[in-house]
């Protein structure tokens, strides 16, 4: 096979942007730079060329660009993923910031991060805040094993980190962290059976890490009550959730021991994450 030009590479993005736009991706040019990005160049351009077509052929069926490219950026850091686990989300990253603020997290304070996936929210808070200890918690064994992955190839820029193969719904399942642990943080699956999701979500995120009951919200209900459990006095607890939550979500943790409980915007807007104070076992206000 002869060299592929400049011209041939040019040709190629563009009937890539035009076949993205006809499979109604939704950031065509983000998709476009990224996929070029990640497979064109190298030693061999003919075979350069001819992995970038196929990416495209792939995200044309709207496979997750992270699962094709292997990799996504969340907060600074490349986190590896691939089939099979979720593709964070770089609109969570408000969530991460609020954590991190000193107002919220002490010096030298413990942290947990319950459903944690590849590892986004625990991995870039200690990116963040090196003097924090950092537990991750994960039930499915392929997310864990990336989590592993991805704590190990950060460790130079990450302060102390523990990766945890747990089952949140399983009785004392986090007990050695009773009332010890200064921040909950959590992107749990919230999605109810009944929305309608794109394909990226639909056809190729593991559905247990999308639903959770008939309203989305059977999971954060556990998590509040893990959270009570768990959280020293004037702990704080950070939940992403579905745009449509927030009220069902704060009213949750009203119902528990928790206050100043309120709900900001990711960087797309919307308002996904909410944030509590735990008074402590016992009392209500």
Request: with cysteine; charged share 25%.
């Given at each position: 096979?002869?060299?592929?030009?400049?011209a041939?590479?040019?040709?190629?993005?563009?009937?890539?942007?035009?076949?993205?736009t006809?499979?109604?991706?939704?950031?065509?040019?983000?998709?476009?730079?990224?996929?070029?990005?990640r497979?064109?160049?190298?030693?061999?351009?003919?075979?350069?060329?001819?992995?970038?077509?196929?990416a495209?052929?792939?995200?044309?069926?709207?496979?997750?660009?992270?699962?094709?490219?292997?990799s996504?950026?969340?907060?600074?850091?490349?986190?590896?993923?691939?089939?099979?686990?979720?593709?964070p989300?770089?609109?969570?990253?408000?969530?991460?910031?609020?954590?991190?603020?000193?107002?919220?997290?002490?010096?030298?304070?413990?942290?947990?991060d319950?459903c944690?996936?590849?590892?986004?929210?625990g991995?870039a808070?200690?990116?963040?805040?090196?003097?924090?200890?950092?537990?991750?918690?994960?039930r499915?064994?392929?997310a864990?094993?990336?989590l592993?992955?991805?704590?190990?190839?950060?460790?130079?820029?990450?302060?102390?980190?523990?990766v945890?193969?747990?089952?949140?719904?399983?009785?004392?399942?986090?007990?050695a962290?009773?009332?010890?642990?200064?921040?909950?943080?959590?992107?749990?699956?919230?999605?109810?059976?009944?929305i309608?999701?794109?394909?990226?979500?639909?056809?190729?995120?593991?559905?247990?890490?999308?639903?959770?009951?008939?309203?989305?919200?059977?999971?954060?209900?556990?998590?509040?009550?893990?959270?009570?459990?768990?959280?020293?006095?004037?702990?704080?607890?950070?939940?992403?959730?579905?745009?449509?939550?927030p009220?069902?979500?704060?009213?949750?943790?009203?119902?528990?021991?928790?206050?100043?409980i309120?709900?900001?915007?990711?960087?797309?807007?919307?308002?996904?994450?909410?944030?509590?104070?735990?008074?402590?076992?016992?009392?209500t206000?």
């Amino acid at each position: 096979m002869g060299t592929v030009t400049a011209a041939e590479e040019a040709r190629a993005v563009e009937q890539a942007r035009a076949r993205l736009t006809e499979a109604g991706v939704w950031d065509v040019e983000g998709d476009v730079a990224a996929l070029a990005d990640r497979f064109l160049g190298g030693r061999r351009p003919e075979r350069s060329l001819a992995r970038f077509e196929a990416a495209v052929t792939e995200r044309c069926a709207r496979i997750p660009l992270g699962h094709i490219t292997g990799s996504v950026t969340f907060d600074g850091l490349e986190l590896l993923v691939g089939s099979g686990v979720f593709v964070p989300r770089e609109e969570s990253t408000p969530l991460v910031e609020w954590a991190a603020g000193e107002k919220t997290l002490p010096h030298g304070g413990r942290v947990l991060d319950l459903c944690s996936g590849v590892g986004a929210l625990g991995l870039a808070l200690s990116a963040r805040r090196g003097d924090a200890e950092v537990v991750c918690v994960e039930r499915d064994d392929t997310a864990v094993q990336y989590l592993r992955r991805n704590a190990a190839r950060h460790a130079d820029v990450l302060g102390s980190v523990q990766v945890r193969a747990a089952d949140l719904t399983e009785p004392d399942c986090l007990a050695a962290h009773r009332g010890v642990t200064d921040l909950v943080v959590a992107n749990p699956p919230y999605v109810a059976p009944h929305i309608r999701l794109l394909p990226e979500w639909a056809d190729h995120q593991p559905s247990a890490a999308l639903y959770s009951g008939e309203d989305g919200l059977d999971l954060i209900r556990r998590i509040a009550v893990l959270a009570a459990e768990v959280l020293r006095p004037d702990g704080r607890l950070a939940l992403e959730h579905d745009r449509a939550q927030p009220d069902a979500v704060q009213q949750t943790l009203a119902d528990g021991p928790f206050t100043d409980i309120s709900t900001f915007a990711d960087t797309a807007g919307e308002p996904r994450i909410t944030v509590a104070r735990f008074t402590g076992r016992g009392e209500t206000s």
